[in-house]
Every structure is written in C-alpha cells, then in structure tokens.
C-alpha cells in the first residue's frame, strides 16, 4: 500500500524491520528523522522537483534533469545522483497519486518514469517505448563521498581517491563492467561523511552497465541501461536507500530487498528438504585427482582427522568410482561430479565428456548470432549451447535428466554444474529456440532446479561464481568468493608460468604454485580493501567459496590472508588434492578445517549481522553471525591488537568461556 508505507511511522517501523539482522553498526533506522510527505494536488518546491520520503529522510528527484539529492534526519543534504548523462529532453507534467507515487514522461526519448517511495527506498522505473539508452544515475558526485563499494566476487570498498584505483595497477577508470555478467550482486554503493551513504540496487541487471571515471582523482561511475525491444530490456529501475555508510550496508539493503519479495533462500530450508545439504557445514571443498580420488584417499582424509569435505572430480575417463563414493559418503563428506551443459562439439572429436552430447544436439542446439553463426564455446572449442534449445527438447528427449542419471550412477550425492549459475548469458537467433537474456537466465533456474530434486533425496547443488539471482537454486558456490582483477584471465594463459593441464592425474594448472604480480595481488587479497558484501547479502542461503582453480596451495604467498579471510567471512577453503598434495598438505589442511568446522556448523545457516573494521589502517576487523551466535577478530597486520597477535584469527561461539585461537603460518 503505497500511503501506508510513506507515512513517518510506517517508515521508521520498515527500516527497523528491513535491518533486525543487522547489528546497531550496520543498522539504517529513520528513528529520531523528519520525513516529508505532500498530499496529492500540493505545489511541489520550484515546480519541478518530486518529493518522496524514504527511511532516513526525504529524497528529491529534478524532473528536468534526473538528478537527484536527499535531506537526512539528521539534516545533510547529499547528492544521491548527479544529473543524467542522456539529454532527455523536456519531461511532462507530473502526476502525483498520494504521497508515495508520481509519474512523468520524456516524450522526446520516448520515456515515462514512475517514482516511488519502496519498502522504505526511492525507486525510480523508466520504461521506453522505443530503443534508445540513458546513463543515469550519475553517482559518486557528492563532495563527502569516500568510499566506492563494489561487488567484485566477495566484495570490495575503495576509498575513492585511492591512485591504486584511479590510476595504478588496479586502475578501474575509464573501464565499464556489465552489472549482469562482472558483478556478483545487481549493486553498487557509497559512504559519505556523517555516517551517511547510499545503495543503488539494479533489478534490471540484464542490460545495464556501470562505467568509471576518475574526476579529479576521484571515482565516479555512471549506470549505463540499453532500452532494447529485442533483448527485452525496455524496463529499468534503480532503487535508492540512504544507509549509515557502513561498507556492508548496500549489500544489507539487498538482502533485505530479497527477503522482501520472498527470493532469499534458505540453507535452513534447503537441509529440510534434502538432509545431505547439512553436510556441507563445517566442511572444505576439493576436486580430487589421481589416488585422492580412491577410497583409500578418502580414507586418508578421514585419518587425519577431517570430518567434513565436499570432494569433487572432473568428468574424465577416470571418475570416482562406487567404492570411492561410498568411502566418502561413509567418511560423512559430499561427492560429485563436474558438469556442463554450455559447451558442445562434434562427438567424434570432442576433447571433453561434457561437451559430447547424442543426436545432432550439436550443431543444431549451438546459440547463433544476428547472421546465424554459431557462438564459440569456451577456450574456441565448439560452440555454446542453448538453454531454450535444451527446455523445448526436454520433455521429449531428456537430454539433461539422462545427462545427470549417468553422472551419479556411482552414488554421488551432490552436483557441481559450470558455468549455469554465472553472468555468461545470451541471446539466442537460432531458428526454432530463440531466447533473450533473460530467457536464458529462467531456462538456467529451471534446468537448476530439476536438478536439485533429482530423485528421491535429491542432489546438493553447486555452479560457478554464482550471481545473487541463482541463490534459491543453488547451496554452494566455488568462485563468488573470488574479486577477479583482469589480469588474473592474462596470466593463466601463460601456460609456463600458471601451468597446462598436464600431467594428466596432477595438471599443473591447478597444482603448480604461482606467485601472484604485486598489483594483482593487491587488487585482490589486500584485506584494506576487501569486504564481506555477498556474505552480508547471502550468508546462510549459499555456501561460497573461491575458484576451483585458485586453491588454497595454489598461491602460496596468499595463504594467511586467505585463510583469515575465511575464517573471518565463515566461507570454507577450497583445494585441489592428489596423492602427493594429501601427503605433503594433509595435516594443515585438517588443522584448518578442524578449527573451521565447529564455528561453519554453528553459523553456516545464519546471516552475517555485523562487519566493523577496528583500526584506521583496516588491519583489524571483525564479524557477527546471527547477531551473536559467532564473533570473529582477524588481525591482517604485524602488531598485536588487543592482545590478538598479527595473522591471527580469534572466534567465540555463543557461550565459549575464551575465545579460538587459529594462526595459520603457524601450521605451514
């Protein structure tokens, strides 16, 4: 009801409600704030402003030029957007229903607007009746800003004058990132000063794009939206929220966003559907190679003391076998297989199982462009397969079902599915199964979901860098734990330096130690810039972890941040393991784990409710779970902090007398 949710009451109790899981620090209240509502019909100030109140304040949107600012309760005037960059033309007269609702047009491009006041938010809709494009908002313009949060994997907030960024090595200037492919959650925010800053969610991911600019030395970034009738993208929102500034908030205005509108999933639900998803609390994850994937490995592991893993193998001609699988299963550990349903090759001279498929799936099921060529798959081998092809064919031909039968006729209780779960998505021209975008995200889910109710108990279900979209689908990830800077993509393809896929039960790609540029790793590892934003957003309804091809021995110099990092985000490590790797990794590997454990099992299924960094220099932070069930202190420096030494981790569950002590160089 859109006057019951401006009143001022009605405000203050949404904000309470949208952040309850959140802790005082992250919390975003309009108690004690003065909100402004004008009934239907009143002037509105110089005749073209729209106002709306919002939890915290009153945001006032220009109608001549988009740009929008906002008074807080506190009384700070911030700019929330700067005007549009598309020349809009003159807009119409605006009509107001209520107090929450207002609505014009751009008749010159073609435009009308609704703006609105949501769960507390300005959203603002645009829907175009023909093609065109607008960049707006225009964001990072307000003089107090000082920091940028981005969703780049598990998140990053940097400070906006940072050189490192503008201009450096992790130079973000002048480049532009699709919202629906390179980010991992539809959003971007800002701190400003007086414990002050705002959120910007994008629904309408698909089509948009966000580009960043360095005026002054400062990062700037303006929304792109392509308004296209073919890619059924002639609808864009964005959605305002002023926030406490907290580097954390925008991701916790998203959460709350999706709990909203009843698509936050649940780990607590998903293990009552399917007992087998409990297995991956307190557990690691690791592909396994070579004897590591024999029962005799798997007993390894367990004599080690390792409780809980989910082991993964590729789809070789060597997997995991009956023995192997009941091994594991027996051990208390999940078992799957890697697959596929992107790529396709001729099956006579496919160099991978996943992409030989049966019939004439390939060339006839292959994504084509505009002039009807076929997409090149993945690494120039084949071609990408289409989703909308494989949903018409399915109930008759049973491609994907007979595809996952044969892959968990071993016994395997869960199911890694590549790729399906990313930002990779496309439009398809081919004849017979054309899809959009978005029909190829709904295809994806669908296909998803079928698999994890794949027969009687059903199947624990993982993808690769999975976007917040795909988070009821799925409950695990490897790869949104991961802020991939480009340079990463240059050099794994210098197969000397990262290594190839030989030899075949130990490819060098996966085992061979890399050292890490220091600009890459900066733009990466460095825990000043790294913050918790997708475990803020989806903590307790997806386990996340980092790249399979990144694992925790794979970059040695990595290794104690790393594991600070995921003990400090509660998100599990992710290994590749061998004979050799089990022999000479084995006992740190349940060391780690051994600590993790207890503190995932407790906390795994609760939200992340607090993220606070406790030094100036960020070395020092801490998190909460469930407003207390758990509290971890990493300290990334060299000194002690309150008696917590440098590249050590201090946790305390609800009820422990002293807190757990974990310093992993010191197990190396």
Not at 450 to 472: C, F, M, P, T, Y
Not at 632 to 643: H, I, R, S
């Amino acid at each position: 009801m859109p006057n019951k949710s401006s009143s001022p009451g009605h405000a203050r109790r949404r904000s309470e409600t949208r952040f309850l899981a959140l802790s005082l620090a992250l919390a975003v209240t309009a108690a004690g704030a003065t909100t402004y509502a004008f009934t239907a019909g009143a002037e509105q100030p110089h005749g073209r402003d729209v106002e709306l109140a919002v939890d915290g304040g009153t945001a006032v949107v220009d109608t001549a030029t988009l740009a929008v600012r906002a008074r807080t309760g506190a009384g700070h005037d911030v700019t929330l957007s700067d005007a549009a960059g598309t020349d809009l033309g003159k807009p119409g007269p605006v009509t107001r229903t209520g107090t929450a609702l207002a609505r014009w047009s751009y008749p010159e491009r073609g435009i009308d607007v609704t703006a609105r006041t949501d769960h507390g938010r300005l959203s603002l809709s645009m829907k175009a009746h023909r093609d065109t494009e607008v960049s707006w908002p225009v964001t990072g313009t307000d003089a107090t800003a000082t920091a940028l949060q981005l969703p780049r994997g598990e998140g990053l907030d940097i400070p906006v004058g940072d050189a490192f960024w503008t201009k450096g090595k992790g130079q973000l200037a002048g480049s532009t990132v699709d919202m629906s492919e390179g980010l991992t959650l539809p959003l971007w925010g800002y701190s400003l000063g007086n414990r002050t800053g705002v959120s910007y969610l994008t629904p309408t991911d698909i089509g948009t794009s966000l580009a960043f600019t360095a005026d002054k030395g400062r990062l700037r970034t303006t929304a792109e939206h392509a308004f296209d009738r073919g890619e059924g993208t002639r609808e864009y929102t964005v959605a305002f929220a002023l926030t406490d500034g907290n580097a954390v908030a925008p991701a916790a205005d998203y959460r709350s966003y999706l709990a909203e509108r009843g698509r936050l999933g649940s780990l607590k639900r998903k293990i009552a559907e399917n007992p087998a998803t409990e297995k991956l609390l307190g557990a690691f994850h690791a592909y396994t190679w070579g004897t590591a994937r024999e029962a005799a490995g798997v007993e390894q592991l367990r004599r080690l003391g390792v409780d809980r893993m989910w082991l993964g193998y590729d789809a070789g001609p060597d997997p995991m076998d009956k023995a192997a699988v009941s091994a594991a299963k027996k051990a208390g550990y999940l078992v799957g297989p890697y697959d596929s349903f992107a790529n396709g090759q001729d099956p006579k001279t496919a160099d991978s199982p996943t992409s030989a498929w049966p019939g004439t799936v390939y060339p006839d099921f292959c994504v084509r462009d505009a002039k009807g060529r076929p997409e090149t798959g993945f690494g120039g081998r084949g071609c990408y397969l289409s989703s909308q092809a494989f949903e018409q064919a399915e109930p008759r031909r049973h491609h994907l079902a007979d595809r996952t039968r044969s892959m968990v006729a071993n016994g395997a209780d869960s199911y890694f599915l590549d790729v399906d779960a990313t930002g990779e998505l496309f439009r398809d021209h081919g004849k017979g199964h054309r899809m959009t975008k978005a029909g190829d995200r709904t295809n994806r889910l669908a296909r998803m979901q079928r698999i994890e109710e794949h027969g009687k108990d059903g199947l624990v279900l993982g993808s690769e860098s999975a976007g917040a979209w795909a988070n009821q689908a799925l409950a695990f990830d490897h790869g949104a734990g991961t802020p991939v800077a480009d340079g990463l993509w240059a050099l794994q393809k210098d197969r000397e330096k990262w290594g190839g896929y030989y030899p075949e039960k130990a490819p060098g790609i996966f085992f061979k130690p890399v050292d890490l540029p220091a600009g890459l790793a900066k733009a990466m590892y460095d825990p000043r810039y790294r913050v918790p934003l997708y475990e803020t957003a989806l903590h307790g309804s997806v386990v996340n972890a980092e790249r399979w091809e990144l694992s925790y021995e794979k970059l040695p110099r990595q290794k104690k941040d790393r594991a600070l990092l995921a003990m400090l985000y509660n998100t599990p490590l992710n290994y590749v393991l061998d004979g050799a790797s089990l022999k000479k990794h084995g006992r740190e590997l349940a060391a780690l784990q051994k600590y993790f454990a207890p503190l995932h099992k407790a906390a795994g299924t609760e939200p992340l409710t607090s993220f606070r960094r406790l030094t100036g220099d960020n070395a020092v932070q801490r998190t909460v779970f469930g407003g207390g069930t758990l509290t971890v202190t990493a300290n990334f420096g060299t000194t002690a902090y309150d008696g917590l030494p440098g590249g050590c981790v201090d946790a305390r569950l609800k009820g422990d007398d002293a807190p757990r002590r974990l310093c992993p160089a010191e197990l190396g």
